[in-house]
């Protein structure tokens, strides 16, 4: 397993009243293989997710993946983990799923191997009938499942999706978990799905930039929906 380690991780952004902290200082470490981080919109979920493929670099502390320092070996960092983002048009800028996976596959396999993998791993995903049209006339959720398959045709060590299932259906939102739950790969996921984080073996709860629960799926998720619930009480806390 890909091993996670923050230590006393911050992330604080500039702002005209002086600076926001999205992630106050954190410190844990993550080995599980099915790690699900939870949370309100803002609380700080891809902010976390995007320290951990380097795409962001903490302000304060420290990120590790694997011993390497997401600050200074970034490269090293991306080549074992893969980043699927919410929005689909940051992963497909091909014509096609095909040429996208095959384009992804550039970095790891040879050429004449390519397009066998293509379609094996566009097959795996239910979008071989889609492959060759143009990704304009594909719905959303079929693209969010096609930026799945442009980071899985690589077979990274650590998957970090941001929110995959928001475009997706139910048919899809089963083929996603089911998919996830063959996969050999490490996952880590923000996700809205409570089902998907139940299932996981850990769960972090984010809200405002902290970690404010860490437990295993059933539990951390039943905390947070009673967070939520205690929040929006009439006379409740917060
Ligand atoms: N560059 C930035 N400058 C200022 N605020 C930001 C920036 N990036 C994100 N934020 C804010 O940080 C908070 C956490 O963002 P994010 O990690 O995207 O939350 P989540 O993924 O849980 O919805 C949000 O309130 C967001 O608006
Ligand atoms: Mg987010």
Do not use: W
């Amino acid at each position: 397993m890909t091993r996670i380690e923050l230590d006393r991780a911050t992330v604080e952004v500039p702002t005209d009243t002086g600076g926001r902290v999205l992630l106050h200082p954190t410190t844990l470490t993550l080995t599980e293989r099915r790690v699900a981080v939870i949370g309100p919109n803002g609380s700080g979920k891809s902010t976390l997710l995007r320290l951990l493929d380097a795409l962001l670099e903490p302000t304060g502390g420290t990120v590790r993946v694997d011993g390497l320092d997401t600050r200074h070996q970034p490269a090293a960092i991306r080549r074992r983990v893969g980043f699927v983002f919410t929005d689909p048009a940051a992963q497909l800028i091909m014509p096609t799923l095909r040429e996208d996976v095959q384009l992804s596959l550039r970095r790891t396999t040879p050429r004449r191997q390519r397009a066998d993998r293509a379609t094996e791993v566009l097959d795996a995903l239910g979008l071989g009938p889609l492959a060759d049209q143009s990704v304009f006339d594909l719905s959303a959720g079929e693209r969010q499942l096609g930026a799945l398959a442009v980071v899985l045709a690589v077979d990274p060590a650590l998957l970090l999706l941001d929110e995959p299932s928001t475009l997706l259906d139910l048919p899809n939102t089963l083929l996603l978990r089911r998919t996830l739950d063959r996969l050999d790969q490490q996952v880590l996921i923000s996700t809205h799905d409570l089902d998907l984080a139940a299932g996981c073996e850990r769960v972090l709860v984010l809200d405002g930039g902290r970690v404010v629960v860490d437990d295993a799926g059933p539990a951390a998720v039943q905390a947070y929906r009673r967070r939520t619930a205690e929040r929006l009480l009439p006379g409740g806390r917060g």
